[in-house]
């Protein structure tokens, strides 16, 4: 693992002792070093590190001004910082650890001191490193259908009361497209599931491709599927529910699927309109719009009526 750390100091020679002292170790690839506090959080947002030395005393912005300003991001909040200060000064220890530093140490420090306080937070961040990743994989899974990777019934849910709330509050458009493959049955038991398992891969794969990046696609049930489409008028989204149900009826299928002819049917709806007041109106009206598709023949579009 290529591990890197930051010295901050305005001590040109001080950061130069301590990275020669963690070089004879092989805890570390990349060496970066700040003379202050300004310069070292610049570096915390374009580079990837893994442990922070930061004395507590520099002009300009010194240490706890440093931590604090590291904790109005995000993304670098949580890396290990280890204080260094030359004063023997408790109350100063307690409120650097109060700020957020995860430990502290004092000069003239200890060699090996300093090495092995440094190999505890890494050790830590290693550990916080993978339980994010952990909790960022379960998450995901949490979220999205395992058959076809688009997002679940759940976050579509989810996401549609956000989106609404959002269109609410900024007076534009939410559409919301809901599809159906026309005779699914049939292909379960002409192909076999595994191969309509297949069709249905292959259709969510169509959805991404046509979508926008901010649009959201998921797998409603079955053979079902879902669309929200922010910032989107109905007509737009009649549009794009017809470049949909071209794009189906264009698939193609290797193997015993090469005489297959999918098509699917839409219904669109949009808020604001008429009586739709919240998540549940926009589905049934966009339900209600893919039964009368159905009921018309299949293989069509059809818009709610205001």
């Known amino acids: 693992m290529e591990t890197s750390i930051l010295i901050v100091d305005d001590s040109k020679s001080a950061r130069l002792q301590i990275i020669d002292i963690l070089q004879k170790t092989t805890l570390f690839k990349f060496y970066y070093e700040a003379a202050d506090g300004i310069d070292g959080f610049k570096m915390l947002l ?12 520099m002009p300009g912005m010194d240490g706890f001004k440093f931590l604090s300003l590291m904790h109005t991001r995000e993304e670098i909040r949580d890396i290990p910082v280890i204080l260094v200060t030359g004063r023997e000064d408790q109350e100063a220890k307690i409120r650097g650890l109060e700020h957020g530093a995860s430990d502290y140490v004092t000069k003239p420090f200890d060699p090996g001191e ?22 960022e994989l379960l998450l995901n899974l949490s979220n999205t259908d395992p058959l076809t990777q688009l997002f679940n019934r759940r976050y579509l849910t989810e996401a549609l009361e956000k989106e609404l709330m959002r269109s609410a509050r900024t007076n534009s458009s939410l559409s919301f497209l809901m599809l159906d493959i026309d005779h699914f049955k049939q292909v379960n038991d002409s192909y076999g599931h595994q191969k309509g398992d297949r069709v249905l891969v292959t259709l969510a794969d169509l959805l991404r491709r046509q979508l926008r990046q901010y649009d959201i696609a998921a797998r409603f049930g079955g053979e079902e599927f879902a669309l929200i489409l922010p910032d989107t008028r109905l007509p737009q989204a009649v549009e794009v529910a017809e470049r949909l149900r071209s ?11 090469q005489d297959l002819k999918l098509t699917i049917s839409l219904g669109a709806a949009v808020f604001p309109c008429g009586n739709i007041k919240t998540v549940d109106d926009l589905i049934r009206e966009a339900d209600y719009a893919l039964y009368s598709a159905k009921r018309a023949g299949r293989n069509r579009v059809e818009a709610m009526t205001a």
């Open 46 to 57: 374009n580079r990837p590190v893994d442990v922070i030395i930061c004395d507590l005393e």
């Open 114 to 135: 300093l090495v092995a306080r440094v190999k505890v937070q890494l050790k830590i961040k290693s550990l916080q490193d993978s339980l994010k990743k952990n909790n």
């Open 247 to 257: 794009g189906t009826e264009n698939l193609s299928f290797p193997g015993n699927l």
